[in-house]
């Protein structure tokens, strides 16, 4: 890691350029810093569009399949069931869900509930350019026999989380919400220039990925086909 130290100096840099210091710590940085350079480090903000196919298995064992869209540079999201029947769309502005394919009947949704969870997966807090936040180290903790640093992060206008690293790998195990809602990363791959979990669980649902792909900005709209539309998403 040695060799890695003025990569880790310059993405720490970076994630601090628009974070308020008075608020983040060094320590924090620096841990958050690692766990993208053990990820990718700069292919990570060549990233546009994040698009997953994958299944959701409920804690009866349950199956049900899922299609995932994220602007990794607004937080734009759109979610669909495999009947396509079923999305959840932030759009920038709005957030709401649908049950029907026109999608005549919305259901409107706090946007931050949606974005909240949209920087999550985006893993936001390697763009604090883009997403200022307060990012600051909490405790050591050793779990299962690992050693995990867990680190405090404050995004600007959305509830904060809790990121635990692993102290070896640098790798992201658990995302914990202020509530206390727990996810568990796992399954690391490689895809493109970065490293990615293909597996969480949550709540006891357990989430696996069959496919990511990064597709060029303006490749989705993030918006439910309207009554009047294809509804078949590309």
Same mark, same amino acid.
């Given at each position: ?26 320590? !924090? ?23 997953? &196919? ?15 869209? !994220?602007?990794? %540079?607004?937080? &734009? ?6 009947? %396509?029947? @079923? ?5 920038? %502005? ?11 009947? &919305? ?55 809790? =990121? ?5 790998? @640098?790798?992201?195990? &658990?995302? =914990?919400?202020?509530?206390? @809602? ?53």
């Amino acid at each position: 890691m040695k060799n890695a130290l003025p990569a880790v100096l310059a993405i720490t840099a970076i994630l601090c350029t628009s974070c308020n210091t008075s608020v983040s710590d060094e320590r !924090g940085l620096r841990i958050i810093a690692l766990a993208k350079l053990a990820t990718g480090g700069k292919a990570w903000d060549e990233i546009e569009i994040w698009h997953e &196919r994958g299944q959701a298995i409920s804690v009866s064992g349950e199956t049900s399949h899922y299609e995932h869209w !994220g602007d990794l %540079r607004s937080l &734009r999201t759109l979610n669909v069931n495999a009947s %396509r029947s @079923h999305y959840m769309v932030f759009d920038g %502005r709005e957030a709401y869900t649908c049950e029907n394919p026109g999608c005549e009947l &919305r259901r409107e949704i706090a946007p931050n509930v949606i974005k909240s969870g949209a920087y999550q997966v985006a893993f936001g807090f390697f763009f604090t350019d883009r997403f200022p936040a307060s990012i600051r180290y909490q405790r050591s903790q050793i779990e299962h026999g690992v050693l995990f640093d867990v680190v405090n992060v404050a995004p600007a206008g959305l509830d904060s989380f809790d =990121v635990w690293v692993d102290q070896n790998t @640098h790798l992201i195990y &658990r995302l =914990v919400s202020s509530g206390g @809602h727990q996810t568990d990363l796992f399954d690391y791959r490689k895809v493109g220039g970065v490293v990615v979990p293909f597996a969480d669980k949550s709540q006891g649902t357990t989430i696996r990925t069959d496919m990511v792909s990064f597709e060029p900005s303006g490749s989705i709209t993030f918006a439910a086909p309207s009554p009047t539309t294809d509804t078949e998403i590309r």
